[in-house]
C-alpha cells in the first residue's frame, strides 16, 4: 500500500503562483506513475498533469499547458504541481495518485490509478 498527502493548497489571488506536493509513504520501492487531478464545484474530476518514474515524460491537460509543471523528487518520495498564472477556473481539490508501473509509462486517466491523496484545496480569486 502506499499512502499519498497533498499540501500547498490555499488561496490566491489570480495571476499568482502555487507549489502543490504529494508525499508518499509505504510501499515505495517500486516505480510509480504519478499525476494531479482536480475537481471543480459541480463537476466530475479531470486530469491535469502526469510524470512517469524518472521524470523524463509528462503529460498535461490542454487547459493548464504552460502554466502549471509537474515534477519529482524520487529520494524524497514527493510529486509537485508547480501552478503559475493561476485563474478562478483553476478553483479545485487538486488530488494526487500514484500507479505502479514498469518501465515509463505515465497515466491520465482516473482509472488507471490505485492510489489517491484526500485532495488540497485550491482557490483562486478575482
Given at each position: 500500500q502506499v499512502q499519498l498527502v497533498e499540501s500547498g493548497g490555499g488561496l490566491v489571488q489570480a495571476g499568482g503562483s502555487l507549489r502543490l506536493s504529494c508525499a508518499a509513504s509505504g510501499r515505495t520501492n517500486s516505480r510509480y506513475?504519478?499525476?494531479?487531478?482536480?475537481?471543480?464545484?459541480?463537476?466530475e474530476r479531470?486530469?491535469?498533469?502526469?510524470?512517469?518514474?524518472?521524470?523524463g515524460s509528462t503529460d498535461y491537460a490542454d487547459s493548464v499547458k504552460g502554466r502549471f509543471t509537474i515534477s519529482r523528487n524520487n529520494a524524497k518520495n514527493t510529486v509537485y504541481l508547480?501552478?503559475?498564472?493561476?485563474?478562478?477556473?483553476?478553483?479545485?481539490?487538486?488530488?494526487?495518485?500514484?500507479?505502479?508501473?514498469?518501465?515509463?509509462?505515465?497515466?491520465?486517466?482516473?482509472y488507471e490509478y490505485a492510489y489517491w491523496g484526500q485532495g488540497t484545496q485550491v482557490t483562486v480569486s478575482s
Open positions: 506513475a504519478a499525476g494531479w487531478f482536480r475537481q471543480a464545484p459541480r463537476k479531470e486530469f491535469v498533469a502526469a510524470i512517469n518514474w524518472s521524470g508547480q501552478m503559475n498564472s493561476l485563474n478562478p477556473e483553476d478553483t479545485a481539490v487538486y488530488y494526487c495518485a500514484a500507479a505502479a508501473v514498469r518501465g515509463s509509462l505515465y497515466y491520465i486517466r482516473e
